[in-house]
């Protein structure tokens, strides 16, 4: 068993309140990742936003040695406040094939406070809560959001998004120390050709740098792989952020995330 170390833990609205989906959007691949969710709300096209600041990683060859079968992390939020009509949140995510394709699936988990009358999907921080939550984009090409409960504003979570073995095409969430809490999976996903990321976004009727804030530290970031074992990634892409200010990965895998 491994140590975590450092832890000894388009257009649609729905009920009255507008609701936001945590994506990318494959035509702003070429923004280096830039923006790079698609968000529903009840405005029109032109006004989809989101801006996401962190890290990512990919991997496109067919060497299983360097497979990414799992991104895991560990988060401790101390501030998260959205504005109108917008939710913020701190999460990590798989995504597969490689950005840009139209048949991407991806997995997602984190947590998120959405301002009164928003939501994610409709199901998650529904209330102006700060919620734990699971995102799932799969082969049916539908979005949902699975909430889990409130977490502790300020407390560290280790969340883990895992493949079930080494010939699974599934993966799935876990949250805790050494992964007590199994949730939502993601099948049908393409070993040789996957985006992890670990990040910050503002989501929502698009983006404005004034009016919201958050901060997050991301410390002990690393992928799996069946062959070789867990790996601290301390070299990794930066998503382009807007309003966001991300810090370098450290040599132990930590870096922080705040605006």
């Known amino acids: 068993m491994r140590r975590r170390a450092g832890v000894s ?14 994506r990318r959007r494959p035509a702003a691949v070429a923004l280096i990742f ?17 801006d ?16 990414l079968d799992s ?23 798989v995504a597969s094939p490689h950005w840009g394709a139209s048949t991407t699936l991806q997995l997602e988990e984190g947590n998120v406070k959405c301002a009164s ?28 959001c699975h909430p889990h409960g ?11 998004l895992k493949r079930n073995s080494s010939t699974s095409g599934t993966y799935r969430a876990y949250v805790g120390a050494n992964d007590e809490a199994a949730y939502e999976s993601l099948a049908g996903v393409t070993i040789n050709n996957m985006t992890i990321a670990a990040w910050g976004e503002y989501a929502g009727s698009g983006t404005n740098c004034s009016g919201w804030g958050g901060t997050a530290s991301f410390t002990h970031w690393q992928y799996y792989n069946f062959t070789s074992g867990y790996h601290t990634i301390t070299s990794a892409g930066t998503d382009g ?19």
């Open 241 to 259: 952020p807007v309003c966001w200010g991300v810090s370098a990965v450290n040599s132990a895998g930590h870096y922080n995330v705040t605006h």
């Open 150 to 160: 409130t977490p502790t504003l300020g407390s560290t979570q280790h969340m883990e």
């Open 71 to 93: 991104n895991s992390v560990n988060i401790t939020p101390t501030a998260v406040t959205p504005n109108s009509g917008h939710c913020v949140l701190f999460s990590l995510l």
């Open 117 to 144: 009358g928003t939501s994610i999907d409709g199901t998650c921080s529904t209330s102006g809560n700060y919620q734990t939550f699971v995102e799932t984009y799969d082969t049916t090409h539908s979005y949902v």
């Open 9 to 22: 833990s388009n257009s649609r609205r729905r009920g009255g309140g507008t609701y936001v989906a945590v």
């Open 34 to 50: 830039a923006g790079c969710a698609a968000v529903l709300t009840a405005f029109s096209s032109r006004a989809l936003a989101v």
């Open 52 to 67: 996401q600041g962190g890290h990512y990683r990919s991997n496109t060859t067919s060497s299983s040695s360097s497979y």
